[in-house]
T-cell receptor, first 114, second 114 residues
């Protein structure tokens, strides 16, 4: 069975500061990894995904994530955040044999303060 | 292209009633997945359909059911509603097999059970 743990439920930061949202996964087989963002009263939007290849993945809105197989982590980073980045962020995994089924972490609320 | 649409956006029901939610995927997408989002349990997978066939089912009671039509539109039904069924129900579609790992989520249907 696979699981995803997001290590911080809330992350407050000031505008223009760097941020890292942490995600660890566990799986007995190879997985694909994702970060999604959810703005208030909206659905989820894909930020980036790791399927294979380069372990540093760049996504939309200036976000990037690094896949670390030895530490089973997939942390999300942004060098300088904006007020508009305030949202909930979800880490997710998918197994190759599980169709489109995603397993999500508990979510991290990122709040960017002026 | 229009995004994933879900109807209705908001729904209020009472215990014991049943409800049907609808999801129209992006044109050309044949894979549709459903998720339940609650503050306590987070995002949990309900089921997934591909070309009118249920391919995966999450760990939900039989009161939760779904189907997919030939035009890829999907419905989910919850019978004998319980207070705990109050949640945001999200559906997602993807262009499979060409791009399984880019899933597009709808805005969700917020169900309140009184």
């Amino acid at each position: 069975a696979q699981s995803v743990t997001q290590l911080d439920s809330q992350v407050p930061v000031f505008e223009e500061a760097p941020v890292e949202l942490r995600c660890n996964y566990s799986s007995s087989v190879s997985v694909y990894l994702f970060w999604y963002v959810q703005y208030p009263n909206q659905g989820l939007q894909l930020l980036l995904k790791y399927l294979s290849g380069s372990t540093l993945v760049k996504g939309i809105n200036g976000f990037e994530a690094e896949f670390n197989k030895s530490q089973t982590s997939f942390h999300l980073r942004k060098p300088s955040v904006h007020i508009s980045d305030t949202a909930e962020y979800f880490c997710a995994t998918r197994q190759e044999t599980s169709g489109s089924r995603l397993t999500f972490g508990e979510g991290t609320q990122l709040t960017v303060n002026p | 292209k229009a995004g994933v649409t879900q109807t209705p956006r908001y729904l209020i029901k009472t215990r014991g009633q049943q409800v049907t939610l609808s999801c129209s995927p992006i044109s050309g997408h044949r894979s549709v997945s459903w998720y339940q989002q609650t503050p306590g349990q987070g995002l949990q997978f309900l089921f997934e359909y591909f070309s009118e066939t249920q391919r995966n089912k999450g760990n939900f009671p039989g009161r939760f059911s779904g189907r997919q039509f030939s035009n890829s539109r999907s419905e989910m039904n919850v019978s004998t509603l319980e207070l705990g069924d109050s949640a945001l129900y999200l559906c997602a579609s993807s262009l499979e097999p060409e791009d399984t790992d880019t899933q597009y989520f709808g805005p969700g249907t917020r169900l309140t059970v009184l």
